[in-house]
């Protein structure tokens, strides 16, 4: 029995022999050698091979841009969040190349048709305002009044009582951008420069 662990011994010998560096180089030789080749650590390390060509990104088509307006207090007064939002849209390329827009404003259901009419329309003539004081041309701006028709949200609930943050969703104005050349004829002044406060 005292020759199993000798045995089992030999075998792990034998296995690290074979391991071993055969080609009968110094190991500390070999370590060196591999040093040279590799990239300092503080050196950026790239995942793509440079033997294989990259191919170009294309470049994505312009899409027309999307924005929402709230008031969800009332009234055709333009908020903190609606200026900031308003501010990041007139940087945006659409605006910038030239782009069509249209203005589509709706009111919640509190009050009759005809104030629900005018109540849209004076949220839409608010941005409206707001963009042509910004610099924008009055001639690409179209405002179009839709009243309670086209409601987010429910105006009441189940109940019967008023929904008021239904309500508050369904008063916006909602903005699209078109994009020029998407069947949008080119502009005939210079694109807008975006004045800044």
């Given amino acids: 029995m005292r020759r199993a662990p000798i045995i089992v011994a030999l075998c792990v010998f034998g296995i690290l022999a074979a391991c071993s560096?055969?080609?009968?180089?110094?190991?500390?030789?070999?370590?060196?050698?591999?040093?040279?080749?590799?990239?300092?650590?503080?050196?950026?390390?790239?995942?793509?091979?440079?033997?294989?060509?990259?191919?170009?990104?294309?470049?994505?088509p312009l899409e027309p841009l999307m924005v929402t307006i709230g008031?969800?207090?009332?009234?055709?007064?333009?908020?903190?969040?609606a200026m900031a939002a308003l501010e990041e849209l007139l940087v945006s390329e659409q605006v910038i190349e030239g782009g069509s827009i249209v203005?589509?404003?709706?009111?919640?259901?509190?009050?009759?048709?005809?104030?629900?009419?005018?109540?849209?329309?004076?949220?839409?003539?608010?941005?409206?305002?707001w963009?042509?004081?910004?610099?924008?041309?009055?001639?690409?701006?179209?405002?179009?009044?839709?009243?309670?028709?086209?409601?987010?949200?429910?105006?009441?609930?189940?109940?019967?009582?008023?929904?008021?943050d239904g309500r508050a969703a369904n008063r916006r104005v909602e903005i699209e951008v078109a994009v020029v050349g998407d069947g949008e004829p080119e502009p005939e002044t210079t694109p807008l420069t975006p004045e800044t406060d």
């Fill in 131 to 164: 963009l042509i004081a910004k610099g924008i041309d009055a001639d690409r701006i179209e405002v179009i009044a839709f009243g309670e028709q086209n409601p987010l949200q429910p105006n009441a609930l189940d109940n019967g009582q008023a929904n008021e």
């Fill in 71 to 81: 008031f969800p207090n009332g009234g055709d007064e333009l908020d903190a969040a």
């Fill in 21 to 60: 560096n055969q080609t009968g180089e110094n190991p500390v030789d070999a370590a060196n050698d591999e040093s040279e080749q590799l990239p300092s650590p503080d050196a950026p390390v790239s995942i793509l091979r440079p033997d294989i060509e990259q191919p170009e990104l294309a470049d994505l």
């Fill in 103 to 129: 203005l589509r404003a709706h009111s919640d259901a509190g009050g009759g048709d005809a104030v629900n009419m005018r109540a849209s329309q004076s949220r839409g003539d608010s941005v409206r305002n």
